[in-house]
């Protein structure tokens, strides 16, 4: 990747500066090629920083990543469209739901938590898998029956094809089905029509990852336990799961780069973290 | 070591002083002398000559008075102290040199030398020539924790161990720099001098933002994996907490006075906010729904930002039928443009100031109206340096070679270019001449350009080098 190296070829000019400072960091490199990225929303952010970095070492290595949802991801890899498929689950793999896509390779990028969230105007703060299971399936349609005021409860669920809504309902549904229609029930299509559902629609309920929680919304604790790192890491808190780049066969060039760019200790510790994600180390 | 523990001897626990050579010091405790048990050598009347030489000290040159007896090599142990940096002192005839944690201590004309407190003894006695000590250099220097090499005919001592495994360096004051060195599972940062390679450790954390250093040099910012922002004294090294907002933080930018920082807030960077560091609140500077800003920039009054906007291309798909991927994506909004927000303004809003397709890394602005950064058009083109002012007027200010980097120091903007397979080079370049001057032609591999005033810093494969007396000098390794 980085240019040939000669430690001779040090010569030094004339050299007249002004005082002030600033630094750059990045290390030259003649790798090119493009990378078309397609898939998660959820992972998108995490995918965008990842591009924004590596194109300072890379620059010559365009990037252009997309979302739409975790399904569309391995679709796209295997349509020819991407080369790289970002989804939420182990594609190549069977999961509920979801056939394994056939001459894919899933390469892990980052731990995903996965959180319950509501309307600020909710009473509640927490909730078990048993009430979890009786909202989303359309059982329980007040908040005062899980410890609420005295209203009706929205359900938004993302689309089929989401992999926040295949681990959702994996970890925090146990399996359990959603509800799929009704007065009070409406489905969107990403994780940031996910985010602007439950910022503006009193007495929603819905589900989104970490990243995407704002201080217009509120995180759950589920089970007495809330969605943190530390959570997760000490067992728990349960609603999260693997993201993964879904390639053609092993990665190649200039996408096998930008793969292990993100799995790289500096990615995962610094930029990932920061992103809310958790570094797959911490979960092997 | 070449030197041999020698015979039993008593070790005073003497308090010895820190004057120059020569001269009698104030007590310091910590070190010891050895008592002299036996006569000194009788003084062997041979014509010793002077010779003036010069050694690469801790990677810089340096004149040293050498003397050859019996096929050793003397020095001067007041030459080679000062070019050291070491302390001398002296006490009741005995010469201490202190460097670091090592003592070596030593009288005229006797064989019998106290190493960090251990007598040891040399192979010929302390020469005293002229009212100067002449001790064999390798006992010498490996008393004091260095090592020795010949390097292009020259003798290469060094005491500094240089960090290793540093990524790339951004200045702080003084000819100082903040560089970090990652591993598996923490980052930890250390200040740097990059004059001697010293460093210092400042930070040991999980999950922290890199540290941003304020204009002055005197402190820097960080977030921890929360969110939540610290500010580190470079001096003292005092970490404090400023606020407490765990909401995702993407970039930290210093205000020009040191009193607020500014940052991107959300996963998707779509707000700017600003922290008062002394009050630690947070206000919102520009709240308008677009996603995906980066590389923000803030005049120095406080009231112009520039960013990028990145533009996703459109991805649809209809999962009804998964197995007829009818997933496709549109690429034809897809860009990465610099805006401009006016927070002045009667009526604030962004406005784009590029609308080309190319993409735009290194971006910089001194002042909020004029934007710089590289534009790499496609793979195959060569990148320039192009400029955008606040009418949307753009031009290329720079354009040698394929341009790798671009930082901003002092008003002026510096460039690595790659010239060849071999070679990049390092330009300044004036923004309002477009005048530019090549400074330096650097192995292809360099990168992570740091620039202060005279000083400029590249990440060579081997570690990171700065620019001393016409030579490139290692900082780390």
């Known amino acids: ?284 | 070591m070449v030197m041999k523990k020698a015979f039993a001897a008593t070790i005073l626990a003497a308090a010895l002083g820190t004057a120059a050579a020569g001269t009698a010091g104030a007590a310091q405790a910590g070190a010891a002398v050895v008592k002299p048990t036996v006569k000194p050598a009788a003084a062997k009347a041979e014509a010793l000559q002077v010779k003036q030489s010069v050694f690469v000290v801790n990677y810089a040159e340096a004149p040293v008075r050498t003397v050859l007896s019996n096929g050793e090599t003397l020095v001067s142990v007041r030459d080679l102290s000062a070019a050291l940096g070491a302390k001398l002192s002296v006490l009741n005839g005995y010469t201490t040199v202190t460097l670091d944690a090592h003592s070596f201590a030593f009288k005229a004309g006797a064989k019998q030398v106290s190493v960090d407190g251990t007598v040891a003894s040399l192979n010929q006695a302390v020469k005293s020539i002229n009212g100067t000590a002449y001790v064999a250099v390798k006992p010498l220097v490996q008393a004091l924790g260095g090592t020795m090499a010949l390097k292009d005919g020259k003798l290469a001592v060094n005491t500094i161990k240089l960090l290793s495994g540093a990524a790339y360096a951004r200045f702080a004051n003084a000819g100082q720099a903040v560089v970090s060195v990652e591993s598996d599972v923490k980052r930890t940062d250390y200040l740097v001098d990059v004059a001697t390679g010293r460093s210092l450790e400042l930070l040991a954390s999980e999950g922290s933002s890199d540290l941003i250093v304020a204009p002055g040099g005197a402190k820097a910012a960080y977030t921890d994996a929360d969110g939540a922002v610290y500010v580190i004294d470079l001096a003292s090294r005092q970490t404090k907490q400023v606020s407490a907002d765990t909401t995702i933080k993407t970039e930290l930018v210093w205000s020009a006075d040191g009193s607020a920082i500014y940052f991107l807030q959300g996963d998707k960077g779509s707000v700017i906010a600003k922290l008062d560091i002394a009050a630690g609140t947070i206000s919102k500077i520009a709240e308008d729904k677009v996603d995906y800003k980066s590389a923000l920039s803030v005049s120095p009054d406080g009231k112009k930002f520039t960013y990028l906007v990145t533009t996703p291309p459109k991805a649809t798909a209809d999962s009804a039928d998964l197995d007829k991927d009818t997933v496709d994506i549109d690429a034809s909004g897809e860009q990465v443009q610099v805006n401009l927000y006016d927070a002045s303004a009667e009526k604030p809003a962004a406005v784009a100031l590029t609308s080309a397709k190319d993409d735009k890394l290194f971006v910089v602005s001194p002042d909020g109206g004029t934007v710089y950064y590289v534009s790499v058009a496609d793979e195959n083109a060569s990148a320039a340096v192009v400029s955008v002012d606040k009418d949307k007027k753009t031009a290329t200010l720079f354009a040698e070679g394929d341009v790798e980097e671009l930082v901003l120091s002092g008003g002026k903007l510096y460039v690595l270019t790659a010239v060849n397979d071999d070679a990049s080079a390092i330009y300044e370049v004036d923004p309002a001449t477009a005048s530019k001057k090549l400074l330096y032609t650097v192995p292809a591999s360099a990168s992570g350009l740091a620039v202060n005033g005279s000083q400029i810093v590249i990440a060579l494969e081997d570690g990171l080098y700065v620019n001393a007396s016409g030579a490139w000098k290692p900082v780390t390794r």
């Open chain 1, 1 to 284: 990747m980085k240019k040939w190296f000669k430690p001779a070829a040090l010569i030094a000019l004339a050299v007249s500066l002004t005082a002030g400072g600033a630094s750059a960091a990045s290390a030259a490199s003649s790798l090119k090629g493009k990378i078309v990225i397609n898939g998660s929303s959820a992972l998108l952010p995490l995918t965008l920083q990842a591009k924004s970095e590596f194109q300072k070492l890379n620059p010559k290595v365009k990037i252009s990543a997309s979302a739409v949802s975790s399904i569309a991801g391995p679709q796209s890899v295997r349509k020819g469209i991407a080369d790289i498929g970002a989804v939420d689950w182990d594609a190549s793999v069977d999961v509920p739901g979801f056939k394994k896509f056939d001459g894919q390779v899933a390469n892990p990028v980052a731990v995903t938590v996965f959180t319950a969230v509501v309307n600020k105007n909710v009473g509640v703060t927490n909730l078990t898998t048993k009430q979890l299971q009786d909202i989303f399936s359309g059982k329980v349609t007040n908040w005062k029956d899980v410890g609420g005021s005295d209203a009706n409860i929205v359900v938004v669920n993302r689309k089929f094809g989401s992999g926040t809504r295949v681990n959702f309902q994996m970890k925090a549904l146990e399996g359990k089905d959603f509800m799929t229609k009704g007065d009070n029930y409406k489905e969107t299509g990403s994780s940031g029509d996910m985010k602007t559902a439950i910022e503006t629609t009193p007495n929603a309920i819905g589900y989104i990852d970490l990243p995407y929680v704002t201080d217009k919304m509120k995180a759950l604790s589920i089970n007495g336990a809330a969605p943190t790192e530390k959570n997760v890491l000490n067992g728990t808190y349960k609603v999260w799961g693997i993201g993964y780049f879904m390639t053609k066969g092993k990665p190649t060039g200039a996408t096998k780069a930008f793969i292990e760019y993100i799995q790289s200790a500096k990615f995962q510790n610094g930029s990932l973290k920061k992103l809310k994600f958790i570094p797959l180390s911490a979960v092997k």
